[in-house]
């Protein structure tokens, strides 16, 4: 039933079954899911951790049994992996071409409860939309485990040391609220025209230039205004950096973690 429920809907379709026989008959479909471009996620039930490895009568090792034919076949091994597990094997099953993915859980993991500190969501990394919050860097940063970056603001120093001595130019959303602090509240909520935004910002950006002759590059400090840097570019021929280049540095700074283990312990 996952494979049509796939099929027809394009959603993740999850089924699950238990080891040994069970976990033989399923073989087959899900190779056919895969190599169709279907998105499943497969469960197999396993015998209990204590009696892995005494010839248990439904034992198989379902992790080896399923990788040739699935984008990513692991076994879990600790209760507080299976929310990161999970998350992982979703975003596996769906990206580019789509396809199966399998997890092998041990019976007693179902019923082990997880400590809530040792739970990992599989977030490695940090950042945020609003330039800012950048007044709030070295705050989070200093709170948190894993890299973070508030805005596009942190672009700054890079900048500044790849064009200069030339100056560069910042555009806010909102330059009246860019205090001491980089931190601003605007309480209109009006609904935005895309084309008139453009024109606001271009119109920002030529005026700045105008003002500024050799003012090189620009940095868009709200991640709204991202969407106009190649107007920016093609009418004004500035280049634009914005949150789209940080979120390039993180990820690339971040290692990926590795879809080929066919065991996750701890």
Same mark, same amino acid.
């Given at each position: 039933? &996952?494979?049509?429920? *796939?099929?027809?809907?394009? $959603? ?14 399923? !073989? @087959? ?16 039930i396993d ?7 005494? +010839? ?6 379902? #992790? ?18 299976? @929310?990161?597990?999970?998350?992982? #094997?979703?975003r596996v &099953?769906?990206? %580019?071409?789509? *396809? ?8 007693? !993991?179902?019923? /082990? /409860? ?6 990992? !969501? ?31 603001? +942190? ?9 200069? @001595? $030339? ?15 980089? =931190? %601003?509240?605007? /309480?209109?909520?009006?609904? =935005? ?16 230039? &105008?003002?500024?002759?050799?003012? %090189?590059?620009?940095?868009f400090e709200?991640?709204?205004?991202? @969407? ?8 004004? *021929? ?10 390039? !540095? ?10 080929? +283990? ?5």
């Amino acid at each position: 039933m &996952a494979d049509p429920y *796939g099929h027809f809907t394009d $959603r993740v379709a999850v089924g699950e079954c238990p080891s040994g026989s069970g976990a033989m008959y399923t !073989l @087959p479909p899900i190779a056919r899911s895969n190599a169709s471009s279907i998105p499943v996620i497969v469960l197999t039930i396993d015998v209990p951790l204590p009696c892995e490895g005494r +010839s248990v009568l439904t034992e198989l090792d379902c #992790a080896r049994l399923f990788e040739p034919v699935t984008k990513m076949s692991i076994q879990i091994k600790s209760a507080s992996k299976l @929310p990161e597990i999970l998350r992982r #094997a979703f975003r596996v &099953a769906t990206p %580019g071409k789509p *396809g199966a993915v399998h997890l092998q859980i041990p019976e007693g !993991l179902l019923l /082990e /409860e997880a400590d809530a500190e040792t739970v990992s !969501l599989h977030v490695r990394a940090l950042t945020k939309s609003c330039g800012f919050l950048w007044a709030f860097q070295y705050e989070v940063s200093a709170s948190i485990s894993i890299p973070f970056l508030a805005s596009s603001l +942190s672009l700054i120093p890079l900048i500044h040391s790849i064009i200069a @001595p $030339r100056p560069f130019g910042i555009v806010t959303a909102h330059s009246g609220f860019w205090s001491t602090e980089h =931190l %601003g509240e605007d /309480e209109t909520r009006e609904t =935005l025209d895309p084309a008139l935004l453009e024109w606001v910002v271009l119109d920002a950006c030529r005026t700045l230039k &105008a003002e500024m002759p050799a003012i %090189g590059e620009l940095l868009f400090e709200c991640t709204n205004l991202f @969407p106009y840097a190649r107007s920016v570019l093609v009418q004004l *021929g500035k280049l634009v950096f914005g949150i789209n280049h940080v979120v390039a !540095l993180l990820h690339a700074w971040v290692p990926e973690p590795d879809r080929f +283990s066919t065991s996750i312990q701890q």
